[in-house]
Structure formats: C-alpha cells, structure tokens
C-alpha cells in the first residue's frame, strides 16, 4: 500500500506541506500506523532548465522546503520507503554531501552522524507513543548509514 506524495513548484515555493498534511494526517489518526512503515514515497515535479546540472538535492528551494518538512514530522523516516531511495534522498536534502561519479553521494560524516543521531533519538520517543517496538528498527535505519547501535546505548535512552 504504497503512499505516493507529488511534490509540485508551487509547494516547493511556498514552502507548502498541504500535500502531505493530506495524506499523513489521517494516518496519524488510525491505530495500525505500523502498516505504513517504509510505503511513503515522494514525486518531485520540479521544472529545471535543460543545461542545470544540480541534482534535486542541490536546489536550495528543495532543500527548503525538505527542512521545514523535517520540522513538522521529523519522525517521517519511518514512513519513507527505504528501498527505494527515500531516506537516502530525505537524508539528502538536509545533510551537506557531494557527489562523485563513481562512489554517488558522499555525506560530510560529521553531519550524517548528528543526523542519524537526531533521528534514532526522535524515533526511539515517537515509535513507542504509537506502540510500536523500535530497537530493531533504529538499528536498521542505523546500519543504513554504516552505524552499529549497541544495545547498551538503548539502556541510556530510558
């Protein structure tokens, strides 16, 4: 049950979460959350001239419009679809990287770890308000960015 999101030039420009309000709201409501784990996945529309090299995660308007996406659910990895790219891409958007041909995105590692961090302690909060179970969970969406969590450090999060 894939949730497909199109992102247009008139959202991004205004900064405009309607989209998404619409469609995460009534799942926030309903009591089998867990269902939508990893089945978000987001359409972006965004008109670039012909010769603009920038990848969708260059575009500062983007970039802009992903933070204050961030701000409002910043518990939404847990919805994006993982095995299509979609955290790798949200990740993207609001930690500084490069590109290089032949290895893809590089983070700069500083930012990734405060953002991996950042998430696993927003999640670690949020999963257990919705009763769902998360140390299996964070330790995936973890080792996604190359970070091993000691069940040790879950004992602190109490």
Request: aromatic content about 12%; proline content about 6%.
């Amino acid at each position: 049950m894939t949730i497909k999101i199109t992102l247009d030039p008139q959202a991004v420009n205004n900064l405009d979460l309607s989209a998404v309000r619409n469609q995460i709201e009534p799942l926030i409501k309903d009591t089998k959350l867990a269902d939508y784990e990893q089945q978000l996945q987001f359409a972006i529309a965004y008109e670039r001239k012909a010769d603009d090299p920038r990848e969708l995660s260059e575009i500062p308007e983007i970039r802009l419009w992903y933070v204050r996406l961030d701000s409002v659910y910043p518990w939404l990895p847990f919805l994006l679809d993982w095995q299509t790219g979609e955290l790798a891409r949200y990740t993207a958007m609001l930690v500084p990287h490069q590109f290089n041909r032949s290895e893809g995105i590089i983070f700069n590692p500083e930012a990734l770890e405060l953002f991996v961090m950042n998430k696993i302690f927003v999640l670690s909060d949020w999963l257990p308000q919705q009763n769902i179970p998360s140390r299996s969970r964070l330790k995936s969406m973890a080792q996604l960015f190359g970070y091993e969590l000691d069940d040790d450090f879950f004992g602190m999060l109490n």
